[in-house]
């Protein structure tokens, strides 16, 4: 037995070894275990559910895999970080990869009722983690979806090149760069600059900067937040309601996230760059309300019918993807578009 756990042991050493030093090699893998799961639907029984979990998989592995380089390159968060931020953030984001899969195995092991029940399990998780985070954790206040998002491999590998070892030096001390006041911008010195071919053209960070908080709006900003919080568990009440196709439970879903959006944008000069770059998100997340039923069933729908069949039948050799596309947009439409979904 205890052999075994060695060269298991052995094994994964091995494992993170190759990752930290091959990540572009590894995203190709990752991205053809992620292709596989758009080719096994349609192709095996209960495809929907392999499918989901195939692409579950494949995210997760990449979340794994970014923890280890992340780790490797010492950028790690987690000296910043309360452990129980670091805790749920890794809850939530694991979560929001699995969450379509569990729907639909739920679906097909117990029926409407059972997946309905893992619906509100899981929104009641979210929202409560995601309050913890809110109220409680001082460095997060929008929270991102997923919460940890995807590491820029790219950046991370530069970061670390030999070329620029001695600018890193210059810029560690903290006192080669210059913080404007107001944007939080940092500028480097003429005299910390790294090589014209290492080059990067990037602005630089402050090593006791990087982390800092940008002032919030306060309550106001607070209720914005909260608001986007609650909407899943608020619609969810009104679907119990008013029924799982009502206009009333998709306008409410509606225009408290058009509330909150709105608070946002007034008080936008406050957030940081990171937290603009959520709002931007969101605000594009709102188009999602067109596939959304009921405003998908009575007017979306038509119109992509309309306009996949002009390409089918104008366009040559485009009349078999476009019929495709059509026959798979209600499945997809109901699998995915959830109002608790973003």
Request: glycine residues 4%.
């Amino acid at each position: 037995m205890s052999s075994v756990v060695s060269e298991l042991q052995t094994l994964y050493e091995r494992y993170v070894k190759w990752i930290s030093g091959n990540p572009s090699a590894l995203a190709d893998v990752e991205l053809a275990v992620k292709w596989l799961s758009y080719f096994v639907a349609g192709k095996i029984n209960n495809s929907s559910a392999v499918s989901e979990l195939v692409y579950s998989l494949s995210n997760l592995l990449v979340f794994f895999n970014d923890r280890i380089i992340e780790k490797a390159s010492n950028k790690s968060n987690d000296d910043t970080t309360e452990p129980l931020e670091r805790q749920l953030k890794v809850l939530l984001t694991t979560l929001e990869y699995c969450e379509v899969f569990i729907e639909l195995s739920a679906h097909k092991v117990w029926g409407t009722n059972g997946r309905w029940f893992f619906i509100v399990i899981l929104q009641v998780i979210k929202c409560i983690g995601r309050l913890i985070l809110t109220l409680y954790c001082k460095n997060t206040k929008i929270i991102r979806n997923p919460p940890i998002p995807s590491l820029n491999r790219k950046n991370v590998h530069q970061a670390h090149t030999p070329d620029n070892a001695s600018f890193r030096d210059n810029l560690s001390d903290g006192s080669s760069g210059i913080v404007l006041k107001r944007s939080g911008r940092v500028l480097r010195q003429v005299n910390c600059s790294p090589s014209l071919s290492s080059r990067t053209w990037k602005p630089p960070t402050m090593k006791n900067q990087a982390h800092q908080p940008v002032e919030y709006g306060g309550k106001f900003l607070m209720s914005a937040e909260l608001l986007y919080i609650a909407k899943p568990l608020i619609h969810l009440a009104c679907m119990k309601r008013f029924g799982t196709k009502s206009w009333t439970s998709y306008l409410l879903a509606l225009a408290l996230d058009s509330a909150s959006l709105r608070m946002y944008y007034r008080n936008r000069d406050v957030l940081s760059k990171e937290q603009r770059v959520e709002l931007s998100r969101r605000c594009v997340s709102m188009l999602l309300y067109l596939m959304r039923s009921p405003f998908y069933d009575r007017y979306t729908h038509n119109k992509i019918a309309n306009v996949l069949n002009g390409i089918g039948n104008n366009v040559p050799l485009t009349g078999t993807i476009a019929r495709l596309i059509l026959s798979y947009i209600p499945h997809w439409q109901q699998t995915y578009f959830y109002m608790w979904s973003s």
